[in-house]
């Protein structure tokens, strides 16, 4: 070795390879560059018009509050994780872009940036990443072209100098686990499933990948909050030392954190919006938001949990002027007062808080109390199609029928309790001919079952056998999952592989996973719907009402709402909601859930006008004032129950086969 080195103050290396070696030892003692991301991002970062609204160069003058969020994922700067709880279009996503370029320009490493989904995941790399290294020369020399060969640029990966950023979706167990990294990008966490393929929570799994690099990691957790108790970003606030931006008043100066309460405008007028100062009581003006914006300072007011966790909250309050204006958010505001859900909606999106669910049970008196007048057995005039849930039981099977209208209006049609446990083949044989029952309509035509959701939790592998029997077209296995989740409450479904007589099956049952609290809540916030007053009620219930015929009784009333929504601790400390029986019976809420879930299958929630158009004419709905006139009368002397060889003329949600299609017989055949 002595041959090699020089006694001189030069080290001398002079053998094959060795300038390579001595460039990335000189590049390993390098330090990190004390640019800060939001200083690269002025000086580098183009926006293109693929998505930006902006296009051309950065200016973080534009959004003031972003500056110091971004120079908290500067290497030098001490914390470890940073998290940003905010509104939609605020530009977390900008800046969790200006991190990726500024870390492939100027501080590479091992990234990863995750999104809910693969499919987001190569939607951000297209929509967001290639025009984030097309755009800005300082990055198209890091990063080959995608064209070349071998150049390291696809779709979920990025090669460059010194690093490489993977890109994946929170679904994706296996791109979770795939490498150790250093920076970790999450982007919309809330909107990121329970469990990464039942291997936990992606959060933690991605979290994990970080621990090599210790003190030298950086974590970036933005998203757009959801519901209280369960939202990950709330969780990940309220550990930090959740930080407000204070903006002065232009009048006296005093600095505030703004908050929806203090805008104030005339009832029906969003157009004489204005902030009020909560000091001097003064109204301000949007057109000084840019100056109050420029003067803002972010201020800690909590002790973090972890003291290297740091949380910035911004509601679109703060959106800069000529994006999201206070006249439209208060006309946002008068618009969602209708509905729970576009309430919900405006809380996340625009406050940037997350939704208190109401989970106290109704009152099972005054559901029972109003109850009203059609025969059990029938179906009521406004009932389109019906969908069936299924609770298996140790020694029953109980089943609840309903009828689904226009805006998921619902109506109980029939209770039935199959004696007889799981493990008879007799309780099978009796829930399949249901299968093939129909139901009379108020209008003379008879409606067969359309979806059957059956509870998978108990003796599942008979629930898969008797499924696989009857076809995975008409019965839906389910399999309850923990959590809220609004946007796909249900997914799959995923083949099930069973064993019958030690023979391994291919392609078993197909299961679908249902987020049940998510449709307990919404069944408890139609049940607390008021009925109308007016003399022709069918055409102002409102939507999702659920009407319980007069012969149901006490007891299965109070099945329907035999839980209740409530907030516990876990064992970290962090608080979550979930659901606790109020009473021991619980059946008949579990088959509400199941059937609501088959209507969720079948297409309800997503049908346009054309579709619930063509189940009117099904059943003959010309007229539909007249419609809502027939009461129970006409149609209660109708027996309860067809038998199972009658077919079902309505209630069809299957396109009907077109007749007299035209036949081309290929010239090759005579």
């Avoid at 870390?103 to 987001?120: C, F, K, N, T, Y």
């Avoid at 209280?228 to 969780?235: A, D, Q, V």
């Avoid at 008021?530 to 009402?545: Q, S």
């Avoid at 299958?601 to 099904?618: H, N, V």
């Amino acid at each position: 070795m002595g041959e090699c080195l020089d006694a001189g103050p030069h080290l001398q290396l002079d053998f094959d390879g060795a300038d390579d070696l001595l460039r990335a030892w000189t590049a390993g003692l390098t330090p990190d560059p004390d640019l800060t991301v939001s200083a690269w991002a002025d000086r580098h970062r183009v926006l293109s018009l693929r998505g930006a609204n902006e296009a051309g160069p950065w200016r973080t003058s534009r959004t003031p509050y972003l500056q110091e969020l971004m120079d908290a994922l500067s290497p030098r700067h001490p914390a470890q994780r940073v998290v940003f709880m905010k509104g939609s279009q605020l530009g977390a996503s900008e800046s969790g872009c200006n991190w990726i370029g500024y870390v492939i320009h100027h501080a590479p490493g091992p990234m990863l940036a995750v999104q809910p989904s693969v499919e987001l995941a190569k939607r951000f790399s297209q929509q967001r990443i290639d025009p984030l290294i097309e755009e800005s020369p300082s990055l198209r020399e890091k990063v080959a072209p995608a064209r070349s060969r071998d150049s390291g640029n696809t779709v979920l990966s990025k090669e460059f100098p010194g690093g490489i950023l993977v890109l994946t979706g929170a679904n994706s167990a296996v791109g979770l686990r795939s490498m150790p990294v250093r920076y970790l990008f999450l982007d919309e966490v809330d909107a990121y499933p329970p469990s990464a393929d039942d291997e936990g929570d992606p959060v933690a799994l991605a979290e994990a990948r970080t621990r090599t690099f210790s003190w030298r990691r950086k974590v970036f957790l933005a998203s757009t909050p959801t519901i209280k108790g369960l939202s990950r970003i709330e969780r990940e606030y309220e550990a930090s030392d959740q930080r407000r931006f204070f903006v002065p008043c232009p009048h006296c100066g005093e600095s505030q954190s703004m908050t929806f309460e203090r805008l104030r405008w005339q009832k029906g007028q969003p157009e004489t919006a204005a902030y009020v100062c909560e000091a001097c009581e003064r109204p301000i003006a949007e057109h000084h938001k840019t100056m109050m914006l420029e003067k803002g300072e972010w201020r800690p007011t909590a002790v973090p949990v972890d003291p290297l966790s740091i949380g910035f909250h911004l509601s679109s309050l703060y959106s800069p002027v000529g994006w999201l204006s206070w006249e439209r958010i208060a006309r946002e505001w008068e618009l969602c007062q209708s509905s729970d859900e576009a309430k919900r909606s405006f809380i996340n999106t625009v406050l940037g808080e997350t939704w208190a669910e109401t989970g106290e049970a109704p009152d099972w008196l005054r559901l029972y109390e109003r109850r009203e007048d059609w025969r059990i057995g029938t179906v009521p005039p406004g009932g389109l199609f019906l969908t069936a849930g299924a609770d298996v039981q140790k020694d029953r099977i109980e089943v609840s029928v309903w009828a689904w209208g226009r805006g998921l209006e619902s109506w109980l049609i029939d209770h039935l309790v199959i004696d007889g446990g799981p493990g008879e083949a007799a309780t099978w044989t009796r829930l399949s001919v249901l299968l093939g029952e129909t139901w009379p309509h108020a209008f003379g035509v008879r409606l067969g079952l359309a979806r059957l959701g059956i509870d998978s939790g108990y003796e599942a592998p008979a629930v898969y056998a008797w499924a696989r029997r009857q076809g995975w077209g008409q019965v839906l296995p389910i399999k309850g999952a923990e959590g809220f989740n609004r946007s796909a409450p249900v997914s799959g479904p995923t083949h099930v592989d069973a064993t019958e007589g030690g023979v391994k099956i291919r392609r078993g049952a197909r299961l679908w996973t249902v987020a049940v609290a998510t449709f307990k809540s919404e069944t408890y916030r139609f049940l607390r719907s008021a009925a109308p007053t007016g003399d022709d009620p069918i055409d102002r219930y409102p939507a999702g009402f659920i009407h319980l015929p007069r012969q149901v009784d006490a007891e299965w009333v109070k099945q329907l709402v035999a839980e209740q929504l409530v907030t516990v601790k876990t064992k970290r400390g962090f608080s979550r909601l979930e659901w606790q029986k109020l009473r021991e019976r619980n059946e008949v809420l579990d088959c509400r859930v199941y059937a609501r879930a088959a209507a969720w299958i079948a297409g309800a929630d997503r049908w346009p006008e054309r579709k619930w158009c063509e189940l009117e004419l099904q059943v003959n709905v010309t007229d539909p004032v007249a419609a809502g006139e027939i009461q129970a009368g006409p149609h209660s002397q109708t027996e309860s129950r067809a038998p199972a060889a009658a077919i079902p003329s309505a209630g069809r949600i299957c396109p009907v086969p077109r007749r007299g299609r035209r036949v081309f017989r290929s010239s090759y055949m005579s």
